[in-house]
């Protein structure tokens, strides 16, 4: 008896259109058990608004993707706690120096959290939240229409989850960029998958990934991944930078399309503010936020494979 083939799942993506979101878009946008209702554009991360967004239509268009509809969300944070350089931002904005073909026409749509309220109050079936940046679209969807959480299956997200207590300095990823926005979402009645930074370290942007994408740069995409890396990798030493790079987002892209590859154990987290409504401390223990924290990933499998695979089956 054959193996009946399941449903696309309906997924909407929130990106704040940093280099590793690009490459993990891409490498979703060609999964056929992945169904991306939606792209919701947070300008509150790693570029500025609109920028990000018109990056993404043009990245979209050049990869034969266009029909995917952009929209505009939030572009001022709940509470500004991001600690990302300016210089940072405008150089993500410019891609790195990295030329996409203009289009006639920007295609992104405005009123992106009104937007993402009505594609989750008019779905007839729950969708799937993969937040690839910081959480302050949904935060403001939120406030305006708690009734969305139940429309919810999953939230999955890139960044925001510590080890031990800390004070909110040493809290990083995408979740400090916005902690008022991150501590709204988690207090929802939400199914949260946080997948931290020190498990995502599993993808350097080192020789081995460059030599191999490479040799598959006969594939559209896979080239497009290449010269966007080439440009940033450029930028780095032009700007004598020291930081490693890492593709967290493509990590967290295949990781919630893999979910059986993941270690999950749950957390409470409870944020702490002073008395002028500053957060200075994140505390886990029994009293909190609960959420299902990644702490490990089945190491058998190659990453580097996953993600080549995917275009070379596809090209």
């Known amino acids: 008896m054959p193996i009946q083939k399941l449903p696309p799942r309906p997924v909407i993506i929130d990106t704040d259109a940093d280099f590793d979101d690009f490459i993990a878009l891409a490498w979703l946008l060609e999964r056929s058990e992945i169904n991306v209702k939606a792209i919701i554009y947070t300008g509150t991360g790693w570029s500025h608004s609109p920028q ?3 990056n993404l239509c043009r990245f979209l268009f050049h990869i034969g993707h266009h029909e995917v509809p952009v929209y505009l969300g939030s572009r001022i944070s709940l509470r500004n706690t991001s600690n990302i350089p300016e210089k940072k931002r405008k150089a993500v904005d ?17 009123r992106g959290v009104d937007r993402l309220i009505s594609i989750l109050m008019n779905s007839s079936e ?37 080890h031990k207590d800390i004070d909110v300095s040493g809290f990083t990823g995408n979740g400090r960029i916005d902690l008022m926005a991150t501590d709204l979402v988690y207090s929802q ?76 154990e749950p957390q409470t987290i409870r944020f702490v503010r002073n008395n002028k409504g500053e957060y200075t401390d994140i505390l886990l223990g029994s009293e909190g936020h609960n959420i299902g924290v990644i702490v490990d990933i089945n ?14 089956k596809a090209g």
């Open 52 to 54: 990000g967004a018109k």
């Open 299 to 312: 190491k058998n499998y190659d990453l580097i494979d996953i993600l080549l695979t995917t275009f070379t």
């Open 94 to 110: 410019r891609l790195w120096g990295l030329e996409l073909p203009e289009q006639s026409q920007i295609n992104y749509q405005k």
């Open 189 to 264: 009645d939400l199914t949260i998958t946080v997948l931290t930074q020190n498990v995502a370290r599993n993808f350097p942007v080192d020789a081995f990934l460059i030599e191999n994408l490479h040799c598959c740069r006969y594939h559209k995409v896979v080239d497009f991944i290449y010269h966007l890396i080439q440009h940033l990798l450029q930028h780095v030493k032009k700007q004598n930078l020291t930081n490693k790079l890492y593709m967290w987002d493509l990590v967290a892209a295949i990781l919630f399309v893999y979910p059986h590859l993941i270690h999950i």
């Open 126 to 162: 729950q969708i799937e939240y993969l937040c690839l940046g910081p959480l302050t679209s949904l935060a403001r969807a939120t406030l305006k229409k708690p009734e969305i959480c139940k429309q919810i299956k999953q939230l999955f997200i890139m960044g925001g989850a510590p």
